[in-house]
């Protein structure tokens, strides 16, 4: 093929119907005609730039019809694009900036003061929109690198994960069969498209199906139920933070969303309890998956048609080999045991940009080790246990934070719980727990949810402390900071002068 099954992502809805909506809001609709006439025009932009195949294009742009164009424009002429996050600091962002080196840096035009300051050479985006439209570069390789994205740096400095034409496309057709999206689905996104969550796994698979998308920022669960109403959204998919907001929201104002057929929770697990009110108000479950950046996508979901087991994670993902491998070798665990999940998929990661030892350290013998704990049962689902790296191990006993999370997420007294390890003289390392309490209701005491928690969990496995937060702080990608929380909790623990007593892990 003269070229990539990712530039020709539009073809199937071009030859449906040129003239449908594709896009919704912000701004005034545009067809999916219009859609390819606009990535051809800016192509021409970055072309007359002096861009060409391999260079990279960073973007700083809000969720809206910009970011849409400029990723097709990039595809279109073999150029990398690389999304940053517009939560980002200035630093932050110039330290991504000088690992890439970045052939241009697109920004807002209201932001265009503020270019030389990032140390890169910079464009407002209307200065974009005044070349000639180009036609897609031809026979660029299937493997031509078409995306980097950077991880969330939770837990480190964020890398960047480097995306293959071939791999893009693969994890969005992923999700598109995984979602079962339809041409006459109208999808909410509001996850950030300078990540996979809301690039890779609800905007261009939604444009691939042929579908309406509305796009948004972390919308408010106000303005998603009003978009909701207004546009008769029927997919929706938010974090598992956000989730509890939306819940809430419909639950006090007694709202009901017809049009709604799916909504995946993601980024974290989904409390039992804010699945039971989930489907209490709608009737059906939440949807929940496990993905990662460097698959580009979820590798795995709970299937949409057929039996879902609440608390799981579904099964592999269409096209996803998955494994659960013990620390060593590639010889599964067996049924039941808790191992590492490793997949093979079409549509992982190439490598970290300029990094070849973790690239080496992210594969064992052709497996992407995910660092994902869980379990496969019977029938072969699967249950996620927690993040390798999270783990807190305690006089050589592994704790789960989430084991314990889903207990404080139950109790009535607590809506929101995030559980850290901090280092401990004699254990090593402890648990501590982080509590957001229910709005308007007393505090909970820490003897009351160590009582509670005694009653199901092992001795070993009690939280040192529980300290109350009346906000639980995100990183840049929305999803809970526990880095962070871990600082916190250090921070405070020390300023009481704390002896950090804790409980003998015998039980």
Same mark, same amino acid.
């Given at each position: 093929m003269p070229t990539t099954g990712l530039?020709?992502?539009?073809?199937?809805?071009?030859?449906?119907?040129p003239n449908r909506p594709a896009l919704l809001a912000p701004g005034p609709p545009l067809s999916y005609r219009a859609?390819?006439?606009?990535?051809?025009?800016?192509?021409?932009?970055?072309w007359a730039e002096g861009i060409r195949p391999g260079e990279r294009?960073?973007?700083?742009?809000?969720?809206?019809?910009?970011?849409?164009?400029?990723s097709l424009a990039c595809y279109r002429i073999g150029a990398i694009s690389v999304p940053i996050n517009a939560r980002l600091t200035e630093e932050e962002v110039k330290a991504?900036?000088?690992?890439?080196?970045?052939?241009?840096?697109?920004?807002?035009?209201?932001?265009?003061?503020?270019?030389?300051?990032?140390?890169?050479?910079?464009?407002?985006?209307?200065? &974009? =929109?005044?070349?000639?439209?180009? %036609?897609? #570069?031809?026979? *660029?390789?299937?493997?031509?690198? $078409? !995306?980097?994205?950077?991880?969330?740096?939770?837990?480190?400095q964020p890398k960047g994960v480097v995306h293959s034409h071939h791999g893009c496309l693969a994890a969005i057709d992923t999700c598109r069969l995984a979602l079962d999206l339809q041409a006459d689905d109208v999808v909410l996104v509001g996850k950030p498209l300078s990540h996979a969550g809301g690039l890779q796994t609800q905007l261009l698979p939604?444009?691939?199906?042929?579908?309406?998308?509305?796009?948004?920022?972390?919308?408010?669960?106000?303005t998603a139920a009003a978009l909701i109403q207004q546009h008769g959204v029927s997919?929706?998919? &938010? =974090?598992?933070?956000?989730?509890? %907001?939306? #819940?809430?929201? *419909?639950?006090?104002?007694?709202? $009901? !969303?017809?049009?709604?057929?799916?909504?995946?929770?993601?980024?974290?697990?989904?409390?039992?309890?804010?699945?039971?009110?989930?489907?209490?108000?709608?009737?059906?479950?939440?949807?929940?998956?496990?993905?990662?950046?460097e698959v580009g996508g979820y590798y795995a979901m709970h299937p949409i048609h057929g039996e879902r087991k609440p608390g799981s994670i579904g099964r592999p993902t269409p096209g996803t080999d998955l494994r659960i491998l013990p620390e060593s070798g590639t010889t599964e665990v067996a049924e039941g045991a808790i191992g590492e999940f490793a997949v093979r998929t079409a549509s992982a990661t190439i490598g970290y940009w300029k990094d070849a030892k973790a690239t080496e350290a992210l594969f064992r013998?052709?497996?992407?080790?995910?660092?994902?704990?869980?379990?496969?049962?019977?029938?072969?689902?699967?249950?996620?246990?927690?993040?390798?790296?999270?783990?807190?191990?305690?006089?050589?006993?592994?704790?789960?934070?989430?084991?314990?999370?889903?207990?404080?997420?139950?109790?009535?007294?607590?809506?929101?719980?995030?559980?850290?390890?901090?280092?401990?003289?004699?254990?090593?390392?402890?648990?501590?727990?982080?509590?957001?309490?229910?709005?308007g209701a007393p505090a909970p005491e820490e003897n009351v949810l160590l009582t509670y928690l005694a009653q199901h969990l092992a001795t070993y496995k009690l939280p040192?402390?529980?300290?109350?937060?009346?906000?639980?702080?995100?990183?840049?990608?929305?999803?809970?900071?526990?880095?962070?929380?871990?600082?916190?909790?250090l921070a405070r623990l020390a300023g009481e002068g704390q002896p950090l007593p804790v409980p003998h892990p015998e039980g």
């Open positions: 530039q020709r992502l539009l073809d199937a809805a071009l030859r449906r119907g859609l390819e006439d606009g990535a051809a025009l800016v192509a021409g932009g970055l294009v960073a973007w700083r742009l809000p969720n809206g019809p910009e970011a849409v164009l400029l991504m900036l000088a690992r890439i080196e970045p052939g241009v840096v697109v920004l807002p035009a209201e932001e265009a003061e503020h270019a030389a300051a990032l140390g890169q050479p910079a464009l407002p985006w209307p200065a &974009l =929109l005044g070349a000639a439209p180009i %036609d897609p #570069v031809q026979d *660029l390789p299937e493997d031509h690198p $078409a !995306l980097i994205l950077f991880t969330s740096g939770s837990t480190g939604s444009l691939r199906a042929g579908a309406q998308v509305l796009l948004a920022t972390r919308p408010s669960a106000a997919e929706f998919g &938010l =974090l598992a933070s956000d989730l509890l %907001d939306f #819940v809430d929201h *419909l639950e006090t104002r007694q709202l $009901a !969303l017809p049009s709604l057929r799916r909504v995946i929770g993601s980024g974290d697990t989904v409390p039992m309890e804010l699945q039971k009110r989930f489907r209490e108000l709608f009737g059906w479950p939440v949807l929940e998956g496990c993905g990662m950046t013998d052709g497996w992407l080790m995910t660092g994902d704990l869980g379990r496969r049962d019977a029938d072969g689902t699967l249950w996620f246990c927690g993040r390798r790296k999270l783990l807190i191990v305690r006089r050589g006993s592994n704790i789960a934070p989430a084991e314990i999370e889903e207990l404080l997420d139950a109790h009535p007294a607590v809506h929101a719980a995030v559980v850290v390890g901090i280092p401990h003289r004699r254990d090593g390392a402890v648990p501590v727990a982080w509590i957001q309490p229910q709005p040192a402390h529980v300290l109350l937060t009346a906000e639980l702080p995100r990183n840049s990608t929305g999803k809970v900071d526990r880095r962070q929380l871990r600082e916190l909790a």
